[in-house]
């Protein structure tokens, strides 16, 4: 008789994308909260009350340059862990689709806040290519419209302001009960849901790993804490993982 074989729940957030060039926009001390006017621009309210913050909030997004972004060690360690065959779910607070970009597969990530290599009418919900629109901006539309129905188009994340998915969060959780393995990787722990998450996880019994630069509230619980840069642990901590199967 062979054992059933741990899933293995992976959290991440923005620290794993910060070697791709992508900073930490949301956490609690991300460049969101620190400027006002460009919170302004991802705030759902004046976003679709404001023709002018929509010019803006793509000049934004077409200067920051995230859609050339490239995946790094990070992502490529945890393609290496699918790879494997351990059962893997990643649910991500990021938007940068870097996992799916280096290689996972698609259903097995899910995206808390959303993508932004995505754009969706807040009228009739039909999504497009973030690429396409930002190629409209340059062109000289500075707010595209829905090409089916001319609503407001908008990147296909949760804005502040926004509900999650009760969709996304339900299956999110359910991961998390599931799971015998929770790694949390660059997330502080701090922001709803993740640290709802890893509670539902540790309540089912999960042991957890921690892995981030900064203390977390749920260091305490830890079965263990990695602090060293995640291109360099998350890589060790795979070859670990693979190994003890
Ligand atoms: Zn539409």
Redesign the pocket.
């Not at 089916?148 to 609503?151: I, N, Q, T």
């Given at each position: 008789m062979t054992a059933k074989r741990p899933l293995i729940a992976v959290l991440t957030g923005a620290g794993i994308s910060t070697d791709s060039g992508i900073p930490d926009y949301r956490g609690p001390n991300g460049l969101w909260q620190r400027d006002p006017g460009a919170q302004e621009l991802v705030t759902i309210g004046p976003y679709l009350a404001d023709p002018d913050v929509r010019r803006r909030s793509w000049l934004m997004r077409r200067d920051a340059g995230a859609q050339a972004a490239e995946p790094n060690a990070g992502h490529l360690a945890l393609v290496e862990l699918e790879r494997s065959g351990l059962p893997l779910r990643v649910l991500t607070q990021n938007v940068d689709g870097l996992h799916q970009r280096a290689g996972l597969t698609a259903r097995k990530v899910l995206e808390l806040h959303g993508t932004a290599r995505q754009v969706e009418?807040v009228?009739?919900h039909?999504r497009g290519e973030m690429q396409e629109v930002l190629d409209r901006v340059a062109a000289g539309e500075p707010d595209p419209a829905?090409p089916?129905?001319?609503?407001v188009l908008k990147p296909a994340t949760v804005m502040f302001g926004e509900a999650l998915d009760p969709v996304v969060l339900d299956q999110a959780e359910a991961i998390a009960k599931a799971c015998d393995l929770i790694v949390a990787i660059g997330t502080t722990l701090q922001v709803y849901p993740a640290a709802g998450l890893v509670q539902v996880a540790l309540d089912a019994g999960a042991r957890l790993i921690v892995m981030n630069a900064e203390p977390t509230p749920y260091d305490p619980v830890a079965d263990e804490l990695i602090r060293e840069p995640i291109g360099t642990a998350l890589p060790a901590l795979v070859r670990r993982l693979v190994a003890q199967q």
């Open positions: 009418c009228r009739c039909r829905c089916a129905c001319g609503g």
